[in-house]
Structures are given as C-alpha cells and as structure tokens.
C-alpha cells in the first residue's frame, strides 16, 4: 500500500487535528512524544505519515504532492494562494480577518484616502483593498505584533486575525471592518484526489462525522 501523507500546521491546530483523527480511528503514538525533534511520523500499520511544517508552508506541500492531505486555516490557504483542493471545513479555530486600527482611522477608510496597511497577510490586504473596496493604499508586510504599527505610526491601519479582540482591546485598538470569517480547513492535492480519491474521501468523511458527534 502507498503511503499516504498529511501535513499538519505546527501548533494548537496541529494537536486538535490529532484528537480528531483519532476519533475516527487514526492515530500516530510517535507523534505525542513531546520531547521528540523528528519531523516526520509513520503509522506503518495504516499506511500513513505525518509531518509538522510550518503553517505557511502546508499549501505548498499539498500543491507539489508532498504531503497528499493537509490541514491549514483559510487565512494561510487564501494568502499562499497554491493550487489545492479544499475539501473540509474542519470548524477550527475560528476567527476573523479584520481591518483593525484606532477609532480615528474609520474616518480615512470612509474617504478612501491612500493610507498605509500593514500585516503578516499582505496578499489578503491587497484583494481586499484593491479588488473590493476599490480603494489605492499602501501595503507593508509585517511579520509579527501587527497592532504595534499603528501604535508608533507606521500605518493608519492594520489588516489581522482578531479572535478574542482581547489584543486590539488592550492596545487601544478596534475592529473598523471585517473582511471574512476564518476556520481550519482540510486540503488536498489535485492528482492523489484522482489517483487515491477512495482513501481520501474515506478519511474526509470520516472527520466530517467525527465533527458531527
Ligand atoms: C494573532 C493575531 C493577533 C492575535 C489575535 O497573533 O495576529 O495578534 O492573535 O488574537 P485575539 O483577538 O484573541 O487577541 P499571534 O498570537 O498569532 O502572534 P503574532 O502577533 O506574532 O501574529
């Protein structure tokens, strides 16, 4: 039996992706180890492997077929923008993705004035404010403590994940408008769809029912 392989996005999403395998039957031993430093995991009995990537990096393992599953959220698939199947809303961490900057912002959005955004998700940024909103402003790609920017001056506004809004909250920040809601998603390679679809589509449903229960 060729293996069949899935890519998990390091973290949190990660190890509720795991507790949802193994409702439904699939579990990795190995991978629980958390003192291990390998990367990749083997259920020799189930045909499978695991591995953990970095969340930016599981659409383009899905794209090329090196992972044939992988689970990412829609903010990750929508920025990288690969050519990958997506089959399932796993309903995971849910958020949002969200224009976000002090209240006196709001006015410079209104106007379309050119404004300065900044975010880990310059892409989004960019569809958003191009292609929706029709309004020119100036991108800058940050990587990290996004709600800094406007704090020092470095954008009006910043374009973010905002969950709890506890962040925002407490930098005196706010959500000026909502761009789309976010959730985990499984994805999967376009050929190993064709060439291993019932394999595939048994451990969709299988987490489709899992998430049911
Ligand atoms: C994310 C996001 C916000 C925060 C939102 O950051 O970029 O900063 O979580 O969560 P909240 O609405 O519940 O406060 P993350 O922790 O991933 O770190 P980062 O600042 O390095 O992006």
């Known amino acids: 039996m060729k ?23 699939i579990t990795c031993e190995e991978m629980k180890d958390k003192d291990t430093r390998k990367l990749i995991f083997v259920n020799e009995e189930l045909g499978l492997k695991f591995f953990l990537s970095k969340t930016s990096d599981v659409p383009t393992y899905v794209e090329y077929g090196a992972a044939d599953i992988g689970v990412v959220g829609s903010d990750t698939i929508l920025e990288e923008g690969r050519k ?7 309903g995971l961490g849910k958020c949002r993705m969200c224009v976000a900057g ?53 954008s009006e506004v910043i ?11 407490e930098n005196g920040l706010e959500v000026l408008e909502e761009i789309c809601p976010l959730s985990a998603r499984v994805v999967v390679n376009e050929a190993s769809m064709k060439m291993q679809r019932e394999r595939i589509t048994k451990i969709v449903k299988d987490l489709k029912q899992a998430l049911n229960e």
């Open 3 to 25: 293996y069949l392989t899935i890519a998990l996005a390091k973290g949190r999403l990660a190890k509720q992706t795991l507790a949802l395998l193994e409702q439904t039957g």
């Open 84 to 90: 990958i199947l997506e089959v399932l809303d796993l």
């Open 102 to 154: 002090p209240a006196s912002a709001r006015e410079l959005l209104q106007k379309n004035e050119i404004i300065r955004v900044a975010s880990k998700y310059p892409k989004i940024a960019k569809d958003y404010f191009y292609n929706k909103k029709h309004q020119t402003v100036e991108i800058v790609k940050l990587n990290g403590s996004v709600e800094l920017a406007p704090i020092v001056g470095l």
């Open 159 to 169: 374009v973010d994940i905002v969950e709890t809004g506890s962040t925002l909250k």
